[in-house]
């Protein structure tokens, strides 16, 4: 065998190690921060993944109609809102001036009784008749209003002062008693569902000796 061959090999070893050279310079390391994988492009602002390109004109025409809308509905709301406001006020107003309205008229029957009493007394001059009218008028009326309306005229002669029911408008003092007594009504007292809605004005018998004390002027407060 001659010194080249031994020196430089046969064509199949030479042949080996060039495609051993040729795989060593492919299996180089990758570069940092290579992934393998393709870029993703940027997001273009102007597109939807979705519908595709996004028309900006159209989204703000679409807008301004949906509040266009919103605004029409809003103002129908405000309008009937006030309509209601303005209708409650009226009707307020209304039930508080006619509130009334039941009672008068159950008076006015009476009304008209007074004025033929008066009428017939100015003809017959006959002051028993008139008397006896203004007396059946006034029970007439009374039984109207307690029997109808619930109100009702109390008496308290005779009764233990109840500062809850009179006003003691005048005072006597008297031996031999022990309390505050109702000698006289001055004014009647009313009841109204079983409330006080005025005050009997009254005169009152109070214990010499002062045992019992002075009523106050003023009735105690509801």
Known sequence: MSKNSHKHGSPEA???QQNAGDSGEAQTEPQKGDTGMPEAEPANPETNSETGPVNWEQMSTELG???AELNDQYLRKAADFENYRKRMTR??????????QNLLLDLLPMLDDFERATKSAE??????SLYEGIIMIQKQLASQLENKWGLKRFD????LF???RHEAIQMEKTAGIAETVVKEDYVKGYLLKEKVIRYAKVKVLV?????GGAPDSEPAAQ
Do not use: I, Y
């Open 14 to 16: 030479q042949s080996a």
């Open 207 to 211: 214990p010499a000796d002062g045992e």
């Open 156 to 159: 308290s002669e005779g009764e």
């Open 91 to 100: 009707e307020k107003q209304e039930l508080t001036e006619f509130a009334n």
């Open 162 to 164: 109840d500062p809850n």
């Open 123 to 128: 003809t017959s001059k006959d002051f028993a």
């Open 65 to 67: 109609v949906k509040l």
